[in-house]
């Protein structure tokens, strides 16, 4: 299942129903994630993070620049790296792909 796929039925949006917005932000987070893995394709063990930050970015249409917002009790408070809760599995991904291997050798 493609990421936009995946992204439009969280979201509850049709599947008929191409959303541009969604387009450039699944492109954007991608090549976001791309520079911080420092690959060419995202890994298909990492693109669940494209598809949870595009929501989350998604959902902050509007509210762009905002830190915290009130109203009436209710408090919302925005990271500003999208990508802060999966340093951690970035890292890891990294590691494994830089991990060195035993070598043999034959005399």
Do not use: C, Q
């Not at 917005?21 to 693109?47: A, C, F, G, H």
């Not at 959902?59 to 830190?67: H, L, M």
């Not at 999966?86 to 890292?91: A, F, S, T, V």
């Not at 494994?96 to 070598?103: L, Q, R």
């Amino acid at each position: 299942m493609a990421i936009i796929d995946d992204v439009t039925a969280l979201l509850g949006f049709p599947e008929e129903k191409p959303n541009r917005t969604l387009d450039v932000i699944i492109r954007l987070t991608t090549n976001r994630l791309k520079t911080l893995l420092d690959v060419e394709e995202v890994p298909t063990e990492l693109e669940y993070i494209v598809t949870e930050v595009s929501i989350v970015r998604y959902n902050k249409i509007g509210s762009e620049g905002v830190t915290s917002h009130s109203v009436e009790g209710e408090t919302m408070s925005f990271s500003d790296n999208d990508f802060k809760g999966y340093l951690n599995d970035i890292e890891v991904w990294k590691n494994k792909k830089n991990e060195v291997k035993g070598v043999v050798k034959f005399l």
